[in-house]
Each structure stands twice: as structure tokens, then as C-alpha cells.
């Protein structure tokens, strides 16, 4: 044969091709380029076939050839490109598929070959920039708007990637992946009635969809509609049995109680299923993958005592997952380094409340004392993400699976380590689980006891921790005399601004209450209306919540029914930290509520001379602020009980100059609350005594200010 290709050949090898049968192309293009060497279309197609049987590696030296032989011809190019990509190699296929879209701009196929291509090699806005030119020129197809979603989204421009999405289902309203990740974006942005509907037409599709259903229930029981959730969790189980559906579904808990006798009722389902679970010896392989939540988070809101809940539901974890329960290898025969390894495990050592109040003492911990590793999931860039990394002696991102994490932490062989908060975070509420360390200790960013066996000591102070506290925690309760922390406030050069700056009613008398809203107990709503009532003036300021939902609910529990009351609320938006400290200077009192008060808010305002009023509760999570007064010296504005906390509101709003007089006071004092070297150092102490225990054998060591080691 010579060397011009064989028209017969190459048609029957494309006929068989066509025809499903690509193992008789390849042999037909092999032989006939065996021939003909220099047959650039049997090459071609032979490449093409031995893809379809899922060949890349010799496709592509088929390809390759073809493109040698004749270089640039477009649909060689557009082959290897696309298989590149189908092999994952995505930076090789992108000049071929670059070149195979500009000779052939409007060839969908190329195109999305390319926009992954770029996506998946990290080049996301020369991928947004080629869909988007194609769309401008055509109505789709669907597959085009996905992957410009998908590229936007990695841009953390979620807006426009759910605009994608929209048209997307505008084109193919059946489109299953298009509107699974269109709920996901909602529920990511807190638009829950947005994700619910997505879902529910998922559900509406495929009816017997169990993960639709259970996507459903965790949304609805966000927007605290329990009888909704508990009813399409049902839904989910009876199609697809799961034990850790069965989990939430037994410990789904409204987030704004209606009432104290609410709470009383939701608490006793949630023991009764707790006991109805054990009894059926639920099994877990990977609780943080199959529940996903800390199903506790609510409990700390109820002013009640939580132990025997939160005991439970760890035993109960313990039964379903005994892995859970692991040791890390180098505790036996372990000794303490004279430098002692401190690892911090916390999903949030980055720009969130305990990564804010946690970053000072990890910064002044003293480093011939201590070597500081950080073993955190990744995150995205901040600069407190960055503070945290420059101020840790290692630096190491845990996997995201917990298996993976526990490995991870017991490589590094700490001589203790310290979760500054348990219960916000489900793979670090199960790593305790595990013991890790000689020591492990729990910090206060969650205020509540964890049930767990393996957490050895709850770092807290004596300055908020009532009498008999102890009874109150699984953990050997740790007294500080200073609060644990190293605080510099963020705002003290904060500028000025009027209430008419801020939006806000200039002649009125402003009351502050701007704690997120399941923390106002059901039992505060009398001490408000009390307030409202006796101050004809007075308008409540509160924050509007992460959930839209729970704005008016609370509104109209908190009024009492009384319409005058609902219109003297008022609902913020949620102010940058420069314009929240001016806030507080312009209002006429600020409240901090009861049961569950404010932490780092009160930290920040302090400086200002902010007068919060407060009152001390039974449980150290509504004693923050009382204690951080009691470090002041000043307890002008610590109620001795409800009653007497509505009159020193009434006095602080309506009488000028004792606000006046009392905000000097407190801005004069305050400093004994910031960057306090002191507790620094009895925090090593303490850190170093429980060590040493631990290394005598001796048991857990007594900590508080009157008899430290």
C-alpha cells in the first residue's frame, strides 16, 4: 500500500467505532498504521479507540503521533486534550484544548473539557472568563453553567455562582446535580427557606431519595420547625435505616425556646430517646462523618446543669463506636520532655470569638517552657489565620476525617494537649474522645462540660465559677485566679460615631442587649418587658440572628403578647467590630443577658467604659462578665438578683451622670483585664503541675488560688 491513506479502512474502523465495538477500530487503525506510518487519521482514530476502552496511556502515545505527524489539526488537539483531562493530567491538557476552543470557540464539548481542565489546575478565572464568553453567545448547555458554578464558587463569589445555577435548571429544570449543589450554596449563605425548596423538588423527583430527606430535616430543624424535622428525619430512616439520622433525629433541640416549660418538655424527649437509643446498642464506624454535629450545642442555653446529659450521650458514643477510645502509642512508658510539647486542637484558630480570645495567651506562653504545635483543619487566609501560624513553634493542618486527624495529633506525641473549645465542632468533640495525650484539657470557648471520660481537667477561673462548681463537670475543674486569657482589645482607636451615623433613634433611650439570640433564656423576657415598661422611652436593641427565622419569633415571645412592646424593638444589622464599639458608646445601657451572658463581647467594651449591666447565675457561663467585674474591683453593676437587676438598667439608662460617673470607673479599672502577664504564667503553672501528675501517677491535681501546687 503506499502512503495515502485507505478510505475504506479508515471508514470501516469509524463505522465500528460508532457501532460500540472499539477494540475492532483499534486493531483495524494498528494495522493499517503499521502499514502506513505516517497515516495521520489512523493514528487518530486508533488513539480515539483505545479511550473508549479506557486505555489513556497508549491513546495518548496514538494521539501524540497524530499530532507529531501533522501538528495543530484541530481535532487531534481536541482528543488529547480531552483524554489528558479524563487521565487528570489537567495542566498537560490545557494548551491543547486552549488551541482546539480558539480554532472552534463555539464546540461545547472543547469548551467544557477546557473549563475543567482550567478549574482543576487552579486557573479558575480563565475558566470563568471562557464560559462566560460562551454563554454570552448561547443558552447553554446546562453542563456549561455548573462548571462556571463550580469556578465561581472557588472564588468565594457564591452570589453569582448560585445565578449559574438558576440558569442552569432554567435550561434543564430536572437537572439533579444543578440543584443539589444550588441547596448546598443556599444552606452555605444561610438561606435555609432557599435550600429547603431545593430540596424539597429533589424530593419532589425522587421520592424515595433518603439523603434528600435528611438534607430536608437538618434545614428545618435549623429553622426550629421540630415537628417538621422530626417527621422527615422519620421519613429519611424508613427508606434508609442510619444510625446516625437516628442520633440527630432523638437529640433535635429548638435553638429559641418558647417558654421555660418548652425547655423542661424538649429535655425530656431528649433523655427518653437518649435511653430508647441505648437500649437499641446503636453502631457508628465514624460518628463525626455520620452525625456531622455536636448534637449537645443547645443544652448550654437552658440554664440547667448538663452533666448527666452530656455523660450520656458520650456513653452512648462510646457503645456505638468503641474505636472511639483509642490510645495514642507513645503515653505507655511515656516521660515528660523538659520542654513540654503543648499541641492546640481547635477548628477555629482563625478569625472566630475563640480563635480572638485564645491567640494572646498562646503568644505569650513561654517558649523555653513550651513548644506550641497547632493542629488545626486548614482554612481560608486571614490575617488571624496567619497570626496563629507565625505564632506556633509547628504549624500542621489535620485531615478532615477523624481517623486521619487522630493519626495526625498522636504522631506529634504531645506531652498535653488543649482544645480550647469542645462542643461547636464535631471532629474535635470526637478526637477527645480518644486519649491523645498524658494530659488533655478543655478550654472555656463552648462554656459547658463535655460528658467526656478523656478530658482530663476544664481550664476556668475562680472569678466565674460559683460555689460547689465542681458538681458541674465531668472534668477535674481547673480555678484560675485570673481568668486564662491574654486580651489586647481590638478597637481601641475605634473612630467615633453618632447615633445618626449608625441608623438609630437619636431622642430615645437605647438599651443594648447584642448577644446572639439563643442566648436569651426564656426566663429574661420578664426583666425586659420590665424594663420596656417602666422606661416609656426605652427602645431594646438586639442582633439580628444568623437565622432570619428566629427574628420574630423571639420579638413577639419577648414582648409578651403586648403589640406596643414589639414596635419598641429593634432588630440590628450585623455591625463591623469598629462600629460595634461605637454602638456601645452611644446607647444608654447595655445588657448582659442571664443564664448564658457575654465573653469576649464584654472584653472589647470594657475599655470603652461600656456600663453592663449584669447578673450572676448558677452556672460559670453566666458569671463571665460578673467575674471580669470582680477583676475590676467594681461591682456596682452586678445584680444581686432579677429584680434588682432591672433597677440598676433603669439607673444606668435614665440618670446621665451616674453613666458617666460609672463608665470612668470601669475605663480607668479595665485595664486589669488586658494582657495580663500574670495569668499567663499560672496558666504554665498549671499546665506544668498536671503534667507532672501525670507523669507521678498521682491523679488529676487540685487547681485554684487558694492551693496551687
Aim: charged residues 25%.
Amino acid at each position: 500500500m503506499g502512503d495515502e491513506p485507505t478510505g475504506n479502512d479508515l471508514a470501516r474502523a469509524l463505522d465500528r467505532l460508532n457501532a460500540g465495538r472499539p477494540e475492532e477500530t483499534v486493531a483495524i487503525c494498528r494495522a493499517l498504521a503499521t502499514a502506513q506510518p505516517q497515516n495521520i487519521e489512523a493514528w487518530h482514530l486508533m488513539g480515539v479507540g483505545l479511550a473508549a476502552l479506557r486505555q489513556p496511556i497508549q491513546a495518548l502515545v496514538a494521539l501524540r503521533e497524530a499530532d507529531r505527524l501533522k501538528p495543530d489539526q484541530l481535532e487531534v488537539q481536541r482528543n488529547l486534550g480531552a483524554i489528558l483531562a479524563q487521565a487528570e493530567r489537567f495542566e498537560e491538557a490545557v494548551p491543547y484544548l486552549e488551541k482546539a476552543h480558539l480554532a472552534d470557540p463555539d464546540h461545547a464539548g472543547t469548551l467544557l473539557n477546557l473549563a475543567r481542565a482550567l478549574r482543576q489546575s487552579g486557573d479558575t478565572a480563565t475558566a470563568i472568563a471562557r464560559l462566560e464568553a460562551y454563554l454570552a453567545r448561547h443558552d447553554g448547555p446546562a453542563e456549561a453553567c455548573y462548571e462556571l458554578a463550580l469556578s465561581r464558587e472557588i472564588r468565594r463569589d457564591t452570589r453569582r455562582a448560585i445565578e449559574a445555577l438558576e440558569r442552569l435548571l432554567r435550561i434543564d429544570p430536572a437537572n439533579d446535580a444543578g440543584e443539589r449543589m444550588l441547596a448546598r450554596l443556599h444552606f452555605n449563605q444561610q438561606d435555609f427557606a432557599a435550600a429547603a425548596e431545593a430540596w424539597r423538588r429533589i424530593i419532589a423527583r425522587h421520592p424515595k431519595d433518603a439523603k434528600a430527606y435528611r438534607q430536608l430535616a437538618e434545614i428545618l430543624a435549623i429553622e426550629d420547625q421540630d415537628e417538621a424535622a422530626d417527621a422527615t428525619y422519620a421519613r429519611a430512616l424508613s427508606l434508609e435505616p442510619d444510625w446516625g439520622t437516628e442520633i440527630r433525629r432523638a437529640t433535635l433541640m429548638p435553638s429559641i425556646m418558647e417558654s421555660g416549660a418548652a425547655i423542661a418538655r424538649y429535655r425530656a424527649r431528649y433523655s427518653e430517646r437518649l435511653s430508647a437509643l441505648a437500649e437499641r446498642h446503636p453502631r457508628l464506624a465514624d460518628p463525626e462523618r455520620e452525625v456531622a454535629t455536636c448534637v449537645g450545642f443547645y443544652l448550654a442555653y437552658h440554664g440547667l446543669d448538663d452533666l448527666e446529659l452530656q455523660r450520656r450521650m458520650a456513653a452512648l458514643y462510646l457503645s456505638a463506636c468503641p474505636a472511639l477510645d483509642s490510645r495514642a502509642t507513645h503515653i505507655d512508658g511515656w516521660k515528660p520532655r523538659s520542654r513540654l510539647r503543648l499541641g492546640v486542637v481547635s477548628n477555629h484558630l482563625n478569625n472566630h470569638t475563640v480563635g480572638i480570645v485564645s491567640l494572646g495567651l498562646l503568644e505569650q506562653l513561654d517558649r523555653e517552657r513550651f513548644e506550641v504545635v497547632l493542629l488545626r483543619p486548614p482554612a481560608p487566609d486571614s490575617a488571624f489565620h496567619t497570626a496563629f501560624g507565625v505564632l506556633a513553634d509547628k504549624d500542621l493542618p489535620l485531615p478532615a476525617d477523624l481517623a486521619g486527624a487522630r493519626a495526625a495529633i498522636a504522631a506529634q506525641a504531645c506531652d498535653i494537649l488543649y482544645y480550647p473549645d469542645i462542643g461547636m465542632s464535631a471532629l474535635t468533640y470526637f478526637l477527645l474522645f480518644s486519649r491523645l495525650a498524658p494530659v488533655q484539657c478543655v478550654g472555656w470557648g463552648h462554656p459547658d462540660t463535655t460528658g467526656i471520660p478523656n478530658a482530663d481537667y476544664w481550664m476556668s477561673s475562680a472569678v466565674w465559677e460559683p460555689p460547689g462548681a465542681q458538681a458541674q463537670y465531668s472534668e477535674k475543674l481547673a480555678q484560675l485566679a485570673a481568668p486564662p486569657i491574654h486580651y489586647r482589645p481590638m478597637t481601641r482607636n475605634a473612630p467615633p460615631r453618632s447615633r445618626k451615623d449608625l441608623g438609630l433613634p437619636e431622642d430615645d433611650r437605647l438599651y443594648l442587649c447584642a448577644m446572639s439570640l439563643f442566648k436569651l433564656h426564656p426566663a429574661y423576657d420578664p426583666l425586659l418587658r420590665a424594663i420596656l415598661r417602666r422606661d416609656p422611652t426605652a427602645r431594646l436593641l438586639l442582633a439580628t440572628g444568623h437565622n432570619a427565622a428566629w427574628d420574630e419569633p423571639l420579638r413577639r415571645r419577648i414582648a409578651g403578647g403586648d403589640e406596643d412592646l414589639i414596635k419598641r424593638m429593634i432588630f440590628l444589622p450585623r455591625y463591623s467590630l469598629p462600629d460595634f464599639t461605637a454602638l456601645a458608646t452611644v446607647v444608654d445601657c447595655l445588657l448582659d443577658p442571664i443564664y448564658f451572658g457575654g465573653g469576649r463581647t464584654s472584653l472589647d467594651l470594657f475599655h470603652t467604659g461600656a456600663p453592663i449591666v449584669t447578673w450572676p447565675g448558677p452556672f460559670m457561663r453566666s458569671r463571665i462578665t460578673s467575674g471580669f467585674y470582680r477583676r475590676m474591683g467594681i461591682d456596682d453593676l452586678v445584680a444581686k438578683d432579677t429584680s434588682d437587676y432591672v433597677e440598676k438598667a433603669l439607673r444606668v439608662a435614665q440618670d446621665g451622670d451616674y453613666r458617666r460617673a460609672i463608665g470612668s470607673r470601669i475605663r480607668e479599672a479595665s485595664g486589669a483585664l488586658y494582657e495580663t502577664k500574670a495569668a499567663v504564667r499560672e496558666v504554665e503553672n498549671f499546665f506544668a503541675a498536671a503534667v507532672a501528675a501525670a507523669a507521678a501517677g498521682s491523679g488529676p491535681v487540685d487547681w485554684n488560688p487558694s492551693s496551687p501546687p
